[in-house]
T-cell receptor, first 109, second 115 residues
Framework: GESVGLHLPTLSVQEGDNSIINCAYSNSASDYFIWYKQESGKGPQFIID?????DKRQGQRVTVLLNKTVKHLSLQIAATQPGDSAVYFCAENRNQFYFGTGTSLTVIP | GAGVSQSPSNKVTEKGKDVELRCDPISGHTALYWYRQSLGQGLEFLIY????????KSGLPSDRFSAERTGGSVSTLTIQRTQQEDSAVYLC?????????????FGEGSRLTVL
């Protein structure tokens, strides 16, 4: 079936390094994608979004890349900090939002 | 309100009992979504409201699950005859527009434990 999935369920990085979290989607009709961050015991929080007419969008310390040819989405976090430790979800729009399984990011001080 | 509010934050119930979970979306948000998150898992879509109507109920796992929304605002998710596999965090989100457009704002969730 159609799904949104993540390549790596867990990721550990050293503080100060860059992090890359990947996501694959299967519906080529999806035209809007969002990355969310979920800290333990809290609801997901919006990080950054991107529309299908773009291939890159930058925010503060975060960049989202969209490759529609291979239906791949990635979230890059620059200079990762301990406060970035969380589970990261990508979500695709198909009338409502469908979320991937999530990647748990651990930042090692 | 300032954000999406959910209650109760924690609910422990016995197998077979009915439970109601409440969501107060951000004022003015027309779309409301319910998701379920099992321990260490992703977000499973349950139902989506646009105003008071539910264009998509496809994610409700069984007929024990139902939801309603009144006045284009508060929503209640009801689980009848709860089972242990219903144990999860139930997350509510709202957005200004529907149809998967725009940012979703999530509540803190209602953690349901069925003994």
């Amino acid at each position: 079936g159609e799904s949104v999935g993540l390549h790596l369920p867990t990721l550990s990085v050293q503080e100060g390094d860059n992090s890359i979290i990947n996501c694959a989607y299967s519906n080529s009709a999806s035209d809007y994608f969002i990355w969310y961050k979920q800290e333990s015991g809290k609801g997901p929080q919006f990080i950054i979004d991107i529309r299908s007419n773009m291939d890159k969008r930058q925010g503060q310390r975060v960049t989202v890349l969209l490759n529609k040819t291979v239906k791949h989405l990635s979230l890059q976090i620059a200079a990762t900090q301990p406060g970035d430790s969380a589970v990261y979800f990508c979500a695709e729009n198909r009338n409502q939002f469908y979320f991937g399984t999530g990647t748990s990011l651990t930042v090692i001080p | 309100g300032a954000g999406v509010s959910q209650s109760p934050s924690n609910k422990v119930t016995e197998k077979g009992k009915d439970v109601e979970l409440r969501c107060d979306p951000i004022s003015g948000h027309t779309a409301l979504y319910w998701y379920r998150q099992s321990l260490g898992q992703g977000l499973e879509f349950l139902i989506y409201f646009q105003g008071n109507s539910a264009p998509d109920k496809s994610g409700l796992p069984s007929d024990r699950f139902s939801a309603e929304r009144t006045g284009g605002s508060v929503s209640t998710l009801t689980i009848q005859r709860t089972q242990q596999e219903d144990s999860a965090v139930y997350l509510c989100a709202s957005s200004l527009e529907g149809r998967g457009i725009g940012e979703l704002f999530f509540g803190e969730g209602s953690r349901l434990t069925v003994l």
